[in-house]
C-alpha cells in the first residue's frame, strides 16, 4: 500500500507565502523522485517542481525564484515552500512519487487546495 498524504494548503493573500508538505509511506522513499504537479478548473494539469532521489531539483519558468522543493528522507516526507504567491498559482497541488522518472509520475496524493485571493 502505498500514500502521498498533502498538507498546508489554505487561503492567502497574494504576495503571501505557504509551505506544503508530503508524507509517503509503502515506499523506499530514498529511491523515489518526488514532485509537485497542479490542476486549475478548466486548465491542463502542468508540473511544479521535482526532486530526485539525490535531492537534485527542477521548476516550471512559472516558479522558479518563488518556489523551493526539499526533501527530509529520515521523515519520508517533501515539501513546497511557496513565496510571493500569485492569484494565478491558484489550484489544486498533488505530491507525486517515481522510480524511473517517467512521464506521468507511478504515485499520486489525494491533492490540497491553494487559493490566492484577488
Known amino acids: 500500500q502505498v500514500q502521498l498524504v498533502e498538507s498546508g494548503g489554505g487561503l492567502v493573500q497574494p504576495g503571501g507565502s505557504l509551505r506544503l508538505s508530503c508524507a509517503a509511506s509503502?515506499?523506499?522513499?530514498?529511491?523515489?523522485?518526488m514532485g509537485w504537479y497542479r490542476q486549475a478548473p478548466g486548465k491542463q494539469r502542468e508540473l511544479v517542481a521535482t526532486?530526485?532521489?539525490?535531492?537534485?531539483?527542477n521548476y516550471a519558468d512559472s516558479v522558479k525564484g518563488r518556489f523551493t522543493i526539499s526533501r527530509d528522507n529520515a521523515k519520508n516526507t517533501v515539501n513546497l515552500q511557496m513565496n510571493s504567491l500569485k492569484p494565478e498559482d491558484t489550484a489544486v497541488y498533488y505530491c507525486?512519487?517515481?522510480?524511473?522518472?517517467?512521464?506521468?509520475?507511478?504515485?499520486w496524493g489525494q491533492g490540497t487546495q491553494v487559493t490566492v485571493s484577488s
Open positions: 507525486t512519487a517515481d522510480r524511473r522518472r517517467r512521464i506521468t509520475p507511478t504515485y
Open positions: 509503502g515506499i523506499i522513499f530514498s529511491l523515489y523522485d
Open positions: 526532486i530526485s532521489s539525490g535531492a537534485g531539483t
